[in-house]
Nanobody, 123 residues
Framework: QVQLVESGGGSVQAGGSLKLSCAAS??????MGWFRQTPGKEREGVAT??????YYSDSVKGRFTISQSVDKKLLYLQMKNLKPEDSAMYYC????????????????????WGQGTQVTVSS
């Protein structure tokens, strides 16, 4: 079993930056990714990564960067030029199945989930 623990969330003003981290207890095959959810809104795939590819939602492309350690046990999300609409609970996920951008950004395809870390962006 894989346990995921996120850290790095907090409050920041619009235009600022945050870097989220996710520590995995073990390696898992497939995609790892970051997802976010705001009360009343659907869960959104933010960014995903495999050994060869990264994918981003249209809303964060160019502002966020996902990366991982060589052993796949550390996952990061560098968030720049943050906007109020980025405010959400951010979740780390692993064990993502499928192929391509659409499937990798589908949270229902992930097996392991962290507890979440809150990001709040004020204007």
């Amino acid at each position: 079993q894989v346990q995921l623990v996120e850290s790095g969330g907090g409050s920041v003003q619009a235009g600022g930056s945050l870097k989220l981290s996710c520590a995995a207890s073990a390696y898992s095959a497939g995609y790892m990714g970051w997802f976010r959810q705001t009360p009343g809104k659907e869960r959104e795939g933010v960014a995903t990564i495999s050994s060869t590819t990264t994918y981003y939602s249209d809303s964060v492309k160019g502002r966020f960067t996902i990366s991982q350690s060589v052993d796949k046990k550390l996952l990061y999300l560098q968030m720049k030029n943050l906007k109020p609409e980025d405010s959400a609970m951010y979740y780390c996920a692993a064990g993502g199945s499928g192929n391509g951008r659409t499937q990798s950004l589908d949270g229902s395809r992930y097996y392991y989930w962290g507890q979440g870390t809150q990001v709040t962006v004020s204007s």
